[in-house]
């Protein structure tokens, strides 16, 4: 199983809403990424995790809430939104501890549209 | 700070032909992986090629081939008989090398590529 499956494919939320987004990996990576990325834009990472620890935030605000519960699994949560916030939202792995930990498996991504 | 540049918004090809996309870095690093990432309509981030700084053989893969000029910090990809399927987006990427822990991908602004039948 090479995949890193994220679910759902699509999702629409108003500004008032909690949503999470999830992804799923059982590669046996043990580091996990979240990027953002908008239309014709390139991919802005957000947050990586290691061992399921956070180590990387970049500055993200507090409306969007990473959570990492098992090696196989992450999510992010997602709260009072803006429209500016819609976007493809990228899950990659990848295996920290071993020669192949340059290469990134990204996901297919969800297309989130804040109303 | 790394910083990858890539130059080109847009490039065309005739199906068949060749076409080279650039692309430009900044590191103070030694060490370190370069990327060529493809992202067709379906936004799937599809990995083409990869280049370790260390090693100066320039990487092939299939139809694809990388030129690295570690020194000029230049990292271009070569497409060859270029192919409808080809057509996407390309982004460059730098990543410094790091163990035990995910490390930053980071990314140039990308070319869209088209190719005419």
């Known amino acids: 199983d090479t995949e890193v499956t994220q679910t759902p494919k699509h999702l629409v939320m108003g500004m008032t809403n909690k949503k999470s987004l999830k992804c799923e990996q059982h590669?046996?990576?043990?580091?996990m990424y979240w990027y953002k990325q908008k239309a014709k834009k390139p991919p802005e990472l957000m947050f990586v995790?290691?061992?399921?620890?956070?180590?990387i935030n970049e500055s993200v605000p507090s409306r969007f809430s990473p959570e990492c519960p098992n090696s196989s699994l992450l999510n992010l949560h997602l709260h009072a939104l803006q429209p500016e916030d819609s976007a493809l939202y990228l899950c990659?792995?990848?295996?920290?501890?071993?020669?192949?930990?340059?290469?990134?498996?990204f996901g297919s991504g969800t297309q989130l549209s804040v109303l | 700070a790394q910083t990858v540049t890539q130059s080109q918004p847009e490039m065309s090809v005739q199906e068949a032909e060749t076409v080279t996309l650039s692309c430009t870095y900044d590191?103070?690093?030694?060490?370190?992986?370069l990327f060529w990432y493809k992202q067709p309509p379906s936004r799937q981030m599809i990995l083409v090629i990869r280049?370790?700084?260390?090693?100066?053989q320039n990487a092939t893969e299939n139809r694809f081939s990388v030129n690295f000029q570690k020194a000029a910090k230049s990292f271009s990809l070569k497409i060859s008989d270029s192919q409808l399927g080809d057509a996407a987006m390309y982004f460059c990427?730098?990543?410094?090398?790091?163990?035990?822990?995910?490390?930053?991908?980071?990314f140039g602004q990308g070319t869209e590529l088209s190719v005419k039948p």
């Open positions: 990659a792995s990848s295996h920290p501890n071993r020669r192949a930990n340059e290469k990134l498996f």
């Open positions: 990427a730098y990543r410094r090398k790091i163990y035990n822990q995910g490390g930053k991908l980071i």
């Open positions: 280049q370790e700084a260390y090693k100066q």
């Open positions: 590191t103070s690093e030694s060490d370190y992986y």
């Open positions: 995790y290691s061992y399921e620890k956070l180590s």
């Open positions: 590669m046996g990576h043990r580091a």
